[in-house]
């Protein structure tokens, strides 16, 4: 069974810094593409970024300067690392994988960026609350 389970969120002022995690199972991070994205009350799903098997990276050009994605395959784990914090990052986060092959559910509302082909499995979300 895949699953992916989120971590690292909280309240933070404007200016700080958050790292959250993602620990996979069910299958190996290692040669699949990953990826972040958020959602805010009110609002439309909005892509952070993602990291091919390769460990190539894209990222929306409003996040790059202050958000880092990574894995680590020996953890199983994707990584977020957020710097530089706003308001306006509040929002829920969540993480999520492109396994082709292995079931999950492909019909999900389109957001950018992602990885190609999209995502089957996401995670339950982590809340992140940045305070002015």
């Known amino acids: 069974q895949v699953t992916l389970v989120e971590s690292g969120g909280g309240s933070v002022q404007a200016g700080g810094s958050l790292r959250l995690s993602c620990a996979a199972s069910g299958y190996s991070v290692t040669g699949y593409c990953l990826g972040w994205f958020r959602q805010a009350p009110g609002k439309e799903r909005e892509g952070i970024a993602y990291i091919r098997g390769g460990g190539t990276t894209t990222y929306a050009d409003s996040m790059k300067a202050r958000f880092t994605i990574s894995k680590d395959n020996a953890k199983n784990t994707l990584y977020l690392q957020m710097d530089s914090l706003k308001p306006d990052d509040t929002a829920m986060y969540y993480c999520?994988?492109?396994?082709?092959?292995?079931?999950?559910?492909?019909?999900?509302?389109?957001?950018?960026?992602?990885?190609?082909?999209?995502?089957?499995?996401w995670g339950q979300g982590t809340q992140v609350t940045v305070s002015s």
């Open positions: 999520a994988v492109n396994l082709p092959g292995l079931g999950g559910n492909w019909n999900r509302p389109y957001f950018s960026p992602r990885c190609p082909g999209g995502y089957n499995y």
